[in-house]
């Protein structure tokens, strides 16, 4: 079993960009659930038809749901060797639904990316001029801030209580000074 890692950040924090280069560098599956939720609305497989209304609107596709495919996703080859999980888990009840599947195969690190609220919203908006998801309107960005603090943001208490390390890294800055402050933190669990 390889690298076990997690991604933690609010919205605009950068968390996907690094998550995608820190997976390559050490060569093990990214595994966004963002990512594959949009893909299965893109696809407009059952999934995605039931999760779109609530992505669009910011909310929370349902635990039940997210779990059934995150587990789906592990059982496949790749992730045998190790992966780094980005945007799962998203509240204490998915965490506890990760812990059961990894069965004893605890995540090493969690990685938290940090910066301010302004910056946040700015990044946000540079995002929803390039990109166009249907999910970054004003409204559904500031509903997922709101449940980043409510649902998301205690996990990085949640973890140190089950022995498993957070490292907080500022994520402020550009792409390469952050994932250099990334690449740090995991060599420091692992010298
Ligand atoms: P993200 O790309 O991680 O910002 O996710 C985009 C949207 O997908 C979120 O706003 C949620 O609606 C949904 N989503 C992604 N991951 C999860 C998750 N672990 N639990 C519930 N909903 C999720």
Redesign the pocket.
Known sequence: MGRRLLFLGP?GVGK?TQAAKLAKLIGVPHV????M??QAVAEGTDLGMR?KA??DA????S?DL?VAMVKERFAKSDAQCGYLL?????NES?AVALDRAINGNAVELVISLTADEDELLRRMEARAEEEGRT?DTPEAMQR?LALYWEETAPLADYYPAHDVPVATVDGMGTIDEVFHRVVAALAEIDP
């Not at 966004?32 to 990512?35: L, N, R």
């Not at 910011?58 to 596709?61: A, D, E, H, I, R």
């Not at 980005?86 to 998203?90: E, H, I, K, V, Y």
Request: hydrophobic fraction near 30%; proline fraction near 4%.
């Open positions: 919205q996907g966004s659930t963002g990512d939720l949009r999760a609530v992505m910011g909310g929370l596709v635990d997210v980005d945007g799962f888990p998203r998915q999910d997922r």
